[in-house]
């Protein structure tokens, strides 16, 4: 077994590409239809082509990522596993691009119907005549199934972790608004999660938007959905994130990428409980409690006018900082040893030598919790049967920052800074127009706004 299918599925996705093979041959009138396979498979099963576009999916599968198949249907590999439209592959991000995604199970973020949510994958690829395509098979992470004892664990048992763990069980259950502060990589959705899990919610939906992940054009239209005709190509209405999260916990994570804009369209939906969708006229009640965090020092952005000072004291109502690592090193080893027990196999590596002890303990992980979960899944891949040697642990904080399921070398997210000559340059190059010197620059649009307000550049 060992990826958590059941044995009919792994049975029926060895099958898949003979079926799919004799699907495709243009004279096959007995043959089943695509929908037909997948309905074959019982659990939710994907079907994506070599463009990474959504061609079909099983009943299974419409359930567990609540959408419908019109939805699914030619959806892209970019608005499923990022929630972005088009294709994510360019950006390094994309599960179905990997290689590790292939010979064992991932665990991935998917964007279906309820926002966000953790999903393990099992993918098979099947190259022939009649082109690429992707099998996946979909299964909760064993982290989000609801009333799971792990889902809920915040590991750790320093004095700051116990002092936060204590604080996020008193505030749980309240629907105080909770800002999370800390380093990247620090635990900041791991916390939110737990919050929900203690609170009166925890078996309505946990629904996570990354701010830094989303364009300012379509930020809004995440958060609060929208009316079918608001903008070229809303064919539909879409509930939005908040809508979503009725009855359950809305994640804004790195709230502080927030434009001007949406900062004071958030406030009003938190003193209010109701939003509009783009488009809409009618005020729709929402009942999500809200758990913003952030890695930037929002303070001193309300200094910079870079954050609303209003927006700041509401949601800081009740703030909780998460300290990094290094100021918990007691928590190391415990971390360590629940990541390694994680990957398949890793707990034979237990108890870890004195040597690999001494090694984890000493150094100061600059990417945080995140970093420690990568050195670990890369020791127990290198050490391989025999035993975690100091070697296997190989410490590498450039890649601080790597998505979770990845041992690549892809940063999470890139921040670019750019100088005042080189945006007045981009904008001379681009005619003044600023898309094109944002792309020049490498840089989103409203990035660009920022630099033309922090460097007082006009028009
Ligand atoms: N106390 C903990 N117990 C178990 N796992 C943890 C703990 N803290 C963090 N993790 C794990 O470490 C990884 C990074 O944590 P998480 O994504 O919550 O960090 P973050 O602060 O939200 O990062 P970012 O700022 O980059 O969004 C995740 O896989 C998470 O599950």
């Known amino acids: 077994m060992g990826y958590g299918g059941s044995t009919r599925a792994e049975f029926l996705m060895e099958y898949l590409p003979a079926m799919l093979t004799l699907n495709n041959r243009p004279n096959a009138a007995a043959a089943?239809?695509?929908?037909?396979?997948?309905?074959l498979i019982p659990d939710a099963f994907v079907i994506l082509d070599g463009n990474h576009r959504l061609l079909a999916a099983n009943r299974a599968a419409l359930d567990c990522l609540s959408l419908s198949r019109e939805a699914l249907q030619g959806m892209g590999c970019g608005e499923f596993f990022?929630?972005?439209?088009?294709d994510c592959a360019?950006?390094?991000?994309?599960?179905?691009?990997?290689p590790e995604s292939m010979s064992r199970s991932v665990s991935v973020l998917v964007y279906g119907g309820r926002g966000r949510q953790r999903l393990n994958i099992r993918m098979t690829r099947h190259s022939g005549d009649d082109g690429d395509f992707f099998g996946l098979l979909l299964y909760p992470d064993a982290a989000t199934v609801s009333g799971s004892s792990e889902n809920v664990r915040l590991v750790g048992q320093s004095a700051p972790m116990r002092?936060?763990?204590?604080m996020v069980e008193r505030v749980g259950p309240t629907h105080a608004t909770v800002l999370l502060l800390g380093e990247s990589g620090v635990g900041k959705e791991r916390v939110a999660d737990y919050l929900h899990h203690c609170s009166g919610r925890a078996q309505g939906p946990l629904v996570v938007v990354d701010c830094s992940t989303l364009g300012e054009q379509?930020?809004?239209a995440e958060l609060f959905g929208y009316e079918k005709g608001a903008f070229t190509g809303a064919d539909r209405r879409k509930i939005g994130l908040f809508e979503a999260a009725q009855g359950g916990t809305l994640f804004i994570d790195e709230v502080g990428e927030l434009?001007?804009?949406?900062?004071?369209?958030?406030?009003?939906v938190l003193e209010t409980s109701r939003i509009r969708r783009v488009g809409g006229t009618e005020y729709i009640p929402v009942d999500a409690r809200v758990v913003a965090a952030t890695h930037r020092d929002l303070a001193s952005m309300v200094t910079q006018g870079g954050f609303r000072e209003d927006l700041y004291y509401r949601l800081s109502a009740f703030p909780i900082f998460i300290p990094p690592l290094r100021e918990r090193r007691e928590d190391v080893l415990a971390l360590a040893e629940?990541?390694?027990?994680?990957?398949?196999?890793?707990?034979?590596?237990?108890?870890?030598?004195?040597p690999v002890t001494d090694l984890l303990v000493s150094h100061h992980y600059p990417g945080n919790v995140r970093e420690l979960k990568n050195i670990m899944t890369r020791a127990a891949i290198l050490a391989g049967g025999g035993p975690l040697l100091p070697e296997h642990i190989a410490f590498q904080s450039r890649q601080a920052h790597d998505a979770d399921t990845g041992l690549s070398a892809q940063p999470r997210r890139v921040r670019t800074a750019c100088t005042e000559a080189g945006v007045r340059a981009a904008l001379a190059a681009s005619g003044g127009h600023r898309s094109e010197a944002a792309r020049r620059l490498g840089v989103s649009e409203r990035t660009l706004y920022r630099y033309l307000e922090k460097f007082q550049i006009r028009g």
């Open 32 to 39: 089943p239809t695509l929908d037909q396979v997948v309905e």
């Open 82 to 86: 990022l929630g972005v439209p088009g």
């Open 90 to 98: 360019g950006a390094g991000r994309c599960p179905l691009a990997s």
């Open 163 to 166: 002092e936060l763990m204590r």
């Open 218 to 220: 379509i930020i809004e």
């Open 259 to 268: 434009p001007l804009a949406m900062q004071s369209k958030l406030l009003r």
């Open 338 to 354: 629940y990541f390694l027990r994680e990957v398949e196999g890793g707990a034979s590596h237990l108890p870890l030598s004195v």
